[in-house]
Nanobody
């Protein structure tokens, strides 16, 4: 059974950090694009960052650039989203997603319809 499981969410003060692991089972991250998305209350789910395991190419939305880092630990079949200098507006449920199809553009990689596998999400809350 293919499964993605996120964890690591919690409550943190502004300027604090969270590290979100996403563990895959039933498949490996080889030749996949893995994306992190988030959904704040009352808002659409939006792409935050993604990584291509074929060449380790990474992309970040402008709102998180310089503060978030995405990386794959292949030995643990885990993708991490390291979030630093957090702001209250980063408060959201964070989801990881994976798909075998290559993404040619950032718009495509940030499109949730482009991903086949999804985790259940983990809540990250940043207090001011």
């Amino acid at each position: 059974e293919v499964q993605l499981v996120e964890s690591g969410g919690g409550l943190v003060q502004a300027e604090g950090s969270l590290r979100l692991p996403c563990v895959a089972s039933g498949f490996t991250f080889d030749d996949h694009v893995i994306g992190w998305f988030r959904q704040a209350p009352g808002k659409e789910r939006e792409g935050v960052s993604w990584i291509s395991s074929s060449d380790d190419y990474t992309y970040y939305e402008d709102s998180v650039k310089g503060r978030f880092t995405i990386e794959i630990e292949y030995s643990k079949n885990t993708v991490y989203l390291q979030m630093s200098s957090l702001k209250p507006e980063d408060t959201a449920v964070y989801y990881c997603a994976a798909d075998q199809r290559p993404k040619i553009t950032a718009i495509q990689a940030s499109d949730r319809d482009e991903y086949e596998y999804w985790g259940q999400g983990t809540q990250g809350t940043v207090s001011s």
